[in-house]
């Protein structure tokens, strides 16, 4: 059974940085292109950032030169680094494998940002 874990969310000032984790149960992650997903109040979930197994990274236009996804193969474990912080960067936010499955859709883990 797949379970996907994320945490590091929190309140932060504009400006701010934060840093989530995920951490991947089951045999998916080493084998799979992972992303960071953000859904904010009344808009669709949005991808953020993609990583690919070989470390390829790609990101959304709107956290480019802001945001750094990276990935644990031994740990299991798909980071993405906050930086510079906008009140627009305020959601909740999910990892999943990229393309995502619905089946692994977690909690995710709340980001504020706001003075």
């Known amino acids: ?11 932060v ?4 940085s934060l840093r989530l984790s995920c951490a991947a149960s089951g045999s998916i992650f080493r084998f799979r292109t992972m992303g960071w997903y953000r859904q904010a109040p009344g808009k669709l979930r949005e991808l953020v950032a993609s990583i690919t ?4 990274t790609n990101y959304a236009d709107s956290v480019k030169g802001r ?14 680094q906050m930086n510079s912080l906008k009140p627009e960067d305020t959601a909740v936010y999910y990892c999943n494998t990229q393309p995502s499955w619905t089946a692994y859709w977690g909690q995710g883990t709340q980001v504020t940002v706001s003075s």
């Open 67 to 80: 945001f750094t996804i990276s990935r644990d193969n031994a740990k299991n474990t798909v980071y993405l």
């Open 53 to 56: 197994t070989g470390g390829s």
């Open 13 to 16: 000032q504009p400006g701010g």
């Open 1 to 11: 059974q797949v379970q996907l874990v994320e945490s590091g969310g929190g309140l």
